[in-house]
T-cell receptor, first 112, second 111 residues
């Protein structure tokens, strides 16, 4: 079955650590997105990529980095520069925004 | 002002009630309108999709778009406890590729 897989489901980060969240899709979608969701808040765009080897900053890119070396994969690194990283992170993909996004099941990141 | 506004709720209704969820938007270039349902600790899933103005029905769900007033609605008939979730509206312009989301409305359907 085609879909989008995020791992891990839960992740704990110590202060000063970088962590990488995985996002893999087998839908052959060109575009991929990373969103952050805080309790009671909507989705905030971190980064997006419309083709391999190209990506753009979203509204809250500071403290995050991404790569897009393969069409299927769009990993997100939360760096130590991100001062408040505890949140629910969602990855999505699409063949074009007019057809909507397919979301992964999310990764919950907690700073310990 | 956000481009897409949505009352965060929570909206609490008894089982069997008709639910009305609403969004307003400011950009007249938006042509495509979607509703996503998100259960707690899960990713959003596409529920309904409409283009331009008008109604679209799918089972107990009806999506309605009024472009003249920039108003989007989702109606749920005979609501069930399993409908308890956060509902996100989303819009896209004709150029495609990027969705703009509302903040989501949390719905609770009580047995």
């Amino acid at each position: 079955d085609g879909g989008i897989t995020q791992s891990p489901k839960y992740l704990f980060r110590k202060e000063g650590q970088n962590v990488t969240l995985s996002c893999e899709q087998n839908l052959n979608h060109d575009a991929m997105y990373w969103y952050r969701q805080d309790p009671g808040q909507g989705l905030r765009l971190i980064y997006y990529s419309q083709i391999v080897n190209d990506f753009q900053k979203g509204d809250i890119a500071e403290g995050y980095s991404v790569s897009r070396e393969k069409k299927e994969s769009f990993p997100l690194t939360v760096t130590s520069a991100q001062k408040n990283p505890t949140a629910f992170y969602l990855c999505a993909s699409s063949i074009g925004g007019i057809y909507g996004y397919t979301f992964g099941s999310g990764t919950r990141l907690t700073v310990v | 002002q956000k481009e897409v506004e949505q009352d965060p709720g929570p909206l609490s209704v008894p089982e069997g009630a008709i639910v009305s969820l609403n969004c307003t938007y400011s950009n007249s270039a938006f042509q495509y309108f979607m509703w996503y349902r998100q259960y707690s600790r899960k990713g959003p899933e596409l529920l309904m999709y409409t283009y331009s103005s008008g109604n679209k029905e799918d089972g107990r769900f009806t999506a309605q778009v009024d472009k003249s007033s920039k108003y989007i609605s989702l109606f749920i008939r005979d609501s069930q406890p399993s409908d308890s979730a956060t509902y996100l509206c989303a819009t896209s312009n004709n150029a495609g590729n990027m969705l703009t989301f509302g903040g989501g409305t949390r719905l609770m359907v009580k047995p």
